[in-house]
């Protein structure tokens, strides 16, 4: 937490090592950090999921979006079989070490529901109303 | 998870009721669920926190949005020390349920550090350089 304090009043263009900042990522009991993917140009919410290091370092080294897949309890290379994958664009850690921002450049829709983002249901009054048809 | 498949393939108006939709999110074992705040009108993400049902009904009713502040352990109406608080424009559900995303309208700085959004830290090469400077 301290790592996370001292560079609040670090003045732009101040730096740390990114070794360092990953080992003091608020990583949970799982290992793992929520990472939020937004479109790159639009900033469009697409998704959120999960990385552990693992995921992290192969994400930053190949430039391809890596998560890692409670449900399935891997390393989950997005688009692996719907190729519909993530380039990373910008790699962002938030205030507190414990999230993650990507800006991503999408191949295809992001959702496994075929739907550009996740998040095709909105809240309205009492209801919950499907908001977005799939892509054709 | 059934609850949500089945809205995959729901035209756009389909709804369901959100007290049922409320009970069937994908609350962790802590009762929580992860929450992206992102700006209305811009989309630019301001932060992620975390909201028990409690925080989530409250949000809906009152229109200020309320979270639940792990580390202190108890709802956190944002804004009650900061005066920075979240006014409720949008709220969305992502397609497994487990994640909401709300547009809101920030009044001053969303961070703690007085920035516009909590993702102040960019990586860059090997280095995480701090990118915003407080608002002043």
Same mark, same amino acid.
């Given at each position: ?8 009043? !670090? ?5 740390? *090592?990114? #070794? %360092?900042? +990953? *080992? ?5 009991? !799982?290992?793992?950090?929520?990472? +939020? ?5 639009? /900033? #469009? ?8 290091? #693992? !995921?992290?370092?192969? &994400? ?20 692996? #079989?719907? =190729?519909?994958?993530?380039?990373? @664009?910008?790699?962002? +850690? %938030?205030?507190? =070490? %414990? ?5 991503? !450049? ?15 249901? &909105?809240?309205? /009054?009492?209801? @919950?109303?499907?908001? %977005?048809?799939?892509?054709?």
């Amino acid at each position: 937490m301290d790592f996370w304090r001292t560079l609040e009043s !670090a003045p732009p263009g101040h730096s740390v *090592a990114l #070794e %360092d900042a +990953i *080992a003091q990522l608020a990583w949970n009991d !799982a290992g793992l950090v929520p990472v +939020i993917a937004s479109q790159h140009g639009t /900033g #469009e919410v697409l998704m959120l999921a999960w990385m552990n290091r #693992e !995921a992290l370092l192969e &994400t930053l080294s190949t430039g391809r979006v890596c998560y890692y897949s409670r449900s399935r309890g891997r390393l989950w290379r997005k688009g692996e #079989e719907s =190729g519909h994958v993530q380039r990373l @664009v910008r790699a962002r +850690i %938030d205030c507190d =070490g %414990d999230v993650l921002l990507l800006d991503v !450049a999408q191949t295809g829709p992001a959702c496994h529901t075929q739907r550009r983002t996740c998040f095709y249901l &909105t809240v309205t /009054g009492d209801r @919950v109303v499907v908001t %977005d048809a799939p892509d054709l």
